[in-house]
Structures are given as C-alpha cells and as structure tokens.
C-alpha cells in the first residue's frame, strides 16, 4: 500500500426525486469514513450543492438521521453558501453542522489537496 493517504469528497447533487441516489451517497461516506485507517484514507468530506442543497428546506427523517450520524463521526460536510442563501437554508445547515462556503472554493480546494471527488 501506498504512504500517501487520500482524500475523498463525496458531492451531492441530486435531490428528492433522487433520494436513492442521496441516501446512496451518504451511506458511501460513511462506509469509507469507518475504514479509513485501513484503505489510507486521510479525509472523508460530503458537499452539498444544488439539488442536495435543496434537501435542506425539508429534510426527511431518514436523511436527518444520516447527517447526523455523519456528522457525530466527524466527517466534515460543507455546502454551497450562495444557494443556501438563496434557498433561506442557511439556518438548517447550521443546525445539522453543515458548513457553508462558496462552491468555488470548495472545489477549488479539492482541486489543490489531492481530492478525489465521487458525486452523487
């Protein structure tokens, strides 16, 4: 195996008409975040952006209960600040520790760390 760890960012872009999709997403992060050590992977992020933004305005349960459980095991999730603006989600993401920041940026910064981004 390799010294040098990875890094993965799972972006969701589908929304409630894709909800297996979602849930699919979720569920992949989780399962890479509990055997990192043993994969090399360094980092776990999830990424909302547009159509998973918008799960925010009215989270189900099931997705509720995966935020969560994310975030409790430490992954670090972000979303993009300007649709949360626009969509008035912003209070949401703070409540499931969503951190809001320019797409742009995010990208940009998985572009610059070596990340490798899965979307779904």
């Known amino acids: 195996m ?7 960012a799972i972006v969701i872009v589908s929304g409630w008409d894709q909800k297996a999709k979602v849930m699919s997403g979720l569920h992949v992060a989780k399962r890479i975040h509990e055997a990192k050590d043993a994969n090399g992977i360094d980092a776990v992020e999830v990424f909302l952006f547009t159509g998973g933004v918008k799960l925010l305005e009215n989270a189900e349960e099931e997705v509720v209960a995966m935020l969560v459980e994310l975030r409790e095991q430490g ?7 300007n649709q949360a603006e626009a969509w008035q989600v912003e209070n949401t993401a703070q409540e499931f520790g969503v951190q809001l920041e320019f797409a742009r940026d995010a990208f940009s910064r998985y572009a610059r760390e070596g990340f490798t981004v899965m979307t779904f």
Do not use: E, F, Y
């Open 2 to 8: 390799s010294s040098v760890a990875g890094k993965i």
């Open 75 to 81: 992954i670090l999730m972000g979303a993009c600040s």
